[in-house]
């Protein structure tokens, strides 16, 4: 009887495990929330479970895991202080909260609030990204475990990538900055196990004109072939990296366009086609996965050289693409071609978060706190609720136990429907 208790007891945390949300659009990055649950309806009293009062505003994400949900907070308005908070998932109530001294204050957007990056846990630790401030790592109870100073990352526009964990490693895109690279750490100590800067792709007219480039794509990992790939969009190409040593696999060129050099968005993965989007109405693009160095010629299916100006992440769901754009519409596409099957509002205001499935549906909250609800449907926007919050935002939602948690620049919300 007793082994039998202890196989139920591994199934049900096996099950609680997966229904975590433990990085930056979820378990794999890819914005596909596990479990068959989630609520469809709300607003800023309808469904709330529960509401705490945040210090600032922040664009970064919460994550959920072990029954606590997981931010990170700026606590001045210089950004001189950065903290990772944890909340209890049930009562929202504040466990512990961990500060990072940082003697300056950093440029950045007032667009883009300081802390616009996800955590990132394994169940055991919980890793968050500082940018300047640096790379830290704390258990789950807050004890902090390492933490590492990558240097100074400076952008007019500040830093918003998140950390990826893969088989014992956090794997890190530094973002904007003079000497831009990924990188691997190990979970358990923090020293690095690869790393492979990035090198600056503008001639020297650019420079002088200090021509825009910057990268704040969060990077998405990938099986190809007996290889694990780390995918990301760079300023002016598209690079797999293997994530066991670091070095390139193979890199696709056509990011740039007239407004810079540019990545914002994470890559979509639609079975053997990489998708992805530019910044500031630069290109999309989809790349057959596979090759090895330049893969431009050989691998690249489309580009399709001018789109709409895009900050969030898209979701690939039977067969299509659904992709936000900045202005809140709503773009289905077909990875074959990069045809976009229809565009559509969804929504008034702009739009910065990106699009979660989630119990079938998708999942989209723009900047005035309205989350569309929407049916997959490649022949138009099927929308099945418009739920309001009233409180503005840049965030993208997080969906575990059958509740979905919003970060906006106000509150940390729990939403429940009753059973």
């Not at 504040?94 to 001294?101: G, Q």
């Not at 940018?131 to 990352?153: I, M, N, Q, T, V």
């Not at 989007?277 to 050289?305: C, F, N, Q």
């Amino acid at each position: 009887m007793h082994r039998y208790l202890v196989l139920w007891l591994a199934l049900v945390s096996s099950d609680l495990v997966a229904q975590d949300w433990p990085a930056f659009r979820g378990p794999r990055g890819d914005g596909m929330a596990p479990g068959a649950t989630a609520p469809i309806r709300w607003d800023g009293t309808r469904n709330v479970k529960w509401k705490v009062p945040l210090p600032r505003a922040a664009n970064g994400s919460p994550i959920v895991v072990g029954g606590r949900v997981f931010l990170a907070v700026p606590e001045d308005e210089e950004g001189k202080r950065r903290s990772l908070r944890c909340h209890d998932s049930e009562t929202g109530a504040l466990i512990w909260r961990r500060t990072v001294a940082f003697g300056q204050a950093m440029p950045t957007h007032q667009s883009n609030p300081y802390c616009g990056t996800t955590p990132a846990s394994d169940g055991k630790r919980v890793v968050v990204w500082h940018a300047s401030a640096g790379l830290h790592c704390y258990d789950l109870d807050g004890a902090e475990l390492w933490s590492r100073d990558l240097g100074e990352f400076r952008h007019q526009w500040g830093y918003g990538t998140s950390p990826v964990l893969h088989q014992g490693k956090v794997i890190l895109n530094t973002g904007p900055g003079e000497t831009p690279f990924v990188a691997a750490f190990d979970i358990e100590t923090g020293k690095t196990i690869w790393r492979t800067d990035e090198p600056d792709h503008r001639d020297e007219d650019a420079r002088r004109k200090k021509r825009l480039v910057g990268s704040w794509c969060t990077p998405m990992i990938t099986k190809a072939g007996d290889r694990d790939l780390v995918i990301c969009s760079q300023p002016t190409r598209v690079v797999a990296y293997n994530a066991d040593d670091g070095k390139v696999a193979w890199w696709c060129g056509g990011m740039s366009c007239e407004k810079g050099d540019l990545a914002y968005s994470s890559p979509i993965i639609a079975k053997d086609v990489c998708m992805v989007r530019a910044g500031y109405v630069g290109p999309s693009m989809g790349i057959r996965l596979g090759g090895e160095g330049s893969v431009t010629d050989s691998h690249r299916l489309w580009r399709h050289p001018k789109q709409k100006s895009n900050v969030g992440s898209g979701v690939f769901v039977d067969g299509h693409v659904y992709m936000p754009d900045m202005d809140s519409f709503v773009t289905c596409v077909d990875t074959k071609t990069g045809e976009r099957l229809w565009t559509e509002r969804a929504g008034r205001g702009e739009c910065w978060g990106s699009i979660v499935h989630a119990a079938g549906r998708l999942y989209l909250m723009n900047q005035r706190g309205d989350t569309v609800v929407f049916r997959p449907n490649p022949k138009k926007l099927d929308v099945i609720a418009t739920n309001p919050l009233g409180e503005p935002t840049n965030s993208t939602p997080a969906f575990a136990g059958g509740h979905v948690f919003l970060r906006t620049h106000k509150h940390l919300f729990c939403i429940a429907e009753p059973e």
